[in-house]
């Protein structure tokens, strides 16, 4: 082999940076510790990340074929043997009865640190888009709230913002084990984009968080397995060792977010054990994971997503089973999001209120934790309604719940809810300005009230292309077809362009974000996860 070809197969087998990395700013994120680091995570681990997304891909052919899930035979010992518990939380992270999340925005950041939230969860996966711009800057942004230099003029309000003097504790959101970074290759692939979520967080922010005390928290997303579990539990393990750390340095809370997931709850606590702390009910991607994992079940179709509330026994189940798995083994039950925010209208505003109460109500006496809310407004409402709940207390570790023995059945039932016209429009309204909004680069949108992000658009695009697929009748008795679907689509974006203006609309990608959200309704393949197609248009 000739030397040249040498030296092309050598820098082939290396990490190679094909973003911008022009500006000091991002030289400093992306020096070469840093990457020498990741290029190391990379090797290790990257070849499994993909071998366990292809035995997703097997799980989920079988319940395509017609298999349910079900509480795994194989592991049954683990949940036989009451006698093992999860590393106690460190004392940081016992009191989480209101946690703020959001996106690495450097302003939003500053004020969920702000918000007078116990915790604020910054999100790099679902709540912000992936461009190599927000990725990377959203870790500088984060280096420098640990750091407590972070602040940010508004020259449009001729406003300064900074840190308080009691921030809320920050937990990084790393994506997900499916998603890609195409702008960082090696042997000329792209990485899983949650090894660089996590190995820069972690580089640039352990020795700060260290000097205050604290470890490396991380929220992980989306995961379906025990095995997966496991996989994050070695990145974290083997980190710990890169740097000569403490074993429990980093702590992780995981989002039970996916239907498959919550038949594993107790494994992935076993697998995790000496880095887990806490579950949380992602209930809106749990939502979007039952209709994609039982889309080919006729028997379990759900109605439109705005009636499906946690009042629905499916989902009151997977909460009540989620506090019972959890304070069994000593970690913390985080409950959900409230993605309500602040209306101008006080009618509108009582309302928005009412419904934050009815939902924190159900999930304090149901025994969680803590929850979440999307707005800073919102903080003290919610955090009123826990404090009620724990009389004193920081969080509700010893509540054991009475809920009998929670069945697969229970878990699987689906529920009943409209499934009209205004439904279907609304959720296309609502689609079209989430994936419009993120293939510009925003991946949190104020929508119709709401503070919306990919699960949104997941459960609109799932829920049609479900009814469409299986040929649902609507309660007026029309058939929701491919055609039917088109033509309201193409009416819903002329109604968006009079909502937002003839500039606004010249100035958007809404067509082309039409014709995407087309595309995956109507597919004969259900695409995984829409921002797996839309990541080409970024």
């Avoid at 009475?402 to 689609?431: M, Q």
Wanted: hydrophobic residues 40%.
């Amino acid at each position: 082999m000739a030397l040249n070809e040498v030296m092309d197969a050598a820098q082939a087998d290396c990490l190679k940076v094909i973003g911008d990395t022009q500006s000091t700013a991002y030289q400093a994120i992306l020096n070469s510790d840093a990457l020498t680091f990741l290029e190391t995570l990379v090797a290790h681990f990257d070849g499994r990340r993909t071998q366990l997304l292809q035995d997703r891909e097997a799980k989920q052919a079988a319940f395509d074929a017609g298999e349910l899930p079900d509480f795994r035979k194989d592991t049954k010992s683990i949940r036989d043997d009451k006698s093992w518990k999860v590393s106690p939380p460190p004392a940081p992270l016992l009191d989480r009865r209101v946690e703020i999340t959001g996106p690495v925005d450097r302003k939003m950041v500053i004020n969920a640190l702000n918000s007078g939230a116990k915790v604020f969860m910054c999100c790099f996966e679902d709540a912000s888009s992936p461009t190599w711009q927000n990725m990377v800057e959203g870790q500088i942004n984060l280096r420098d709230a640990n750091l407590g230099t972070i602040s940010y003029y508004d020259d449009t309000k001729d406003k300064q913002y900074v840190l308080n003097s009691d921030p809320a504790l920050l937990i990084a959101r790393p994506r997900g084990l499916h998603l890609p970074e195409k702008s960082i290759q090696y042997q000329g692939q792209p990485i899983g984009g949650c090894l660089m979520d996590f190995a820069l967080y972690f580089f640039h922010n352990y020795q700060s968080r260290a000097d205050k005390g604290l470890g490396v928290y991380y929220y992980i997303p989306k995961l379906e397995s025990m095995e997966e579990a496991k996989w994050w539990d070695d990145v974290f393990a083997f980190t710990e060792r890169y740097f000569g750390v403490p074993i429990g340095t980093i702590r992780a809370t995981v989002l039970i977010e996916t239907l498959p997931a919550v038949f594993q709850m107790e494994e992935m606590l076993y697998a995790m054990k000496d880095h887990i702390v806490a579950m949380n009910c992602g209930r809106w991607d749990y939502i979007f994971s039952y209709i994609k994992t039982l889309k080919n079940h006729k028997d379990r179709i759900l109605p439109d997503r705005h009636g499906i509330g946690m009042d629905q026994e499916f989902l009151n189940a997977y909460s009540q089973l989620l506090v019972k798995t959890c304070h069994a083994r000593g970690a913390l039950a985080m409950g959900g999001m409230s993605a309500f925010i602040p209306a101008k209208d006080s009618e509108e505003m009582e309302r928005v209120t009412a419904k934050v109460i009815e939902d924190k109500k159900r999930e304090s006496n149901n025994g969680h934790d803590g929850t979440w809310v999307a707005h800073p407004a919102l903080v003290d409402l919610a955090m009123s309604v826990f404090d009620e709940q724990l009389q004193g207390k920081t969080n509700q570790l010893n509540y054991v719940s009475p809920s009998e023995d929670i069945t697969a059945e229970t878990l699987l039932k689906p529920c009943e809810g409209t499934r009209d016209e205004a439904g279907v429009r609304k959720n296309i309204r609502i689609a079209l300005y989430y994936i419009e909004a993120w293939i510009q680069g925003h991946g949190c949108v104020p929508i119709y009230g709401l503070m919306e992000d990919a699960a949104t658009a997941e459960i609109s695009r799932a829920n049609i292309w479900q009814w469409i697929h299986h040929g649902v009748t609507l309660d007026d008795g029309q058939v929701f077809t491919s055609s039917l679907f088109h033509t309201w689509l193409y009416q819903e974006l002329k109604t968006i362009k009079q909502e937002v203006g003839d500039a606004r609309y010249a100035a958007g990608r809404f067509d082309e974000t039409a014709d995407l959200f087309y595309e995956l309704s109507t597919a004969k393949q259900f695409a995984n996860f829409l921002t797996l197609p839309s990541y080409s248009l970024l």
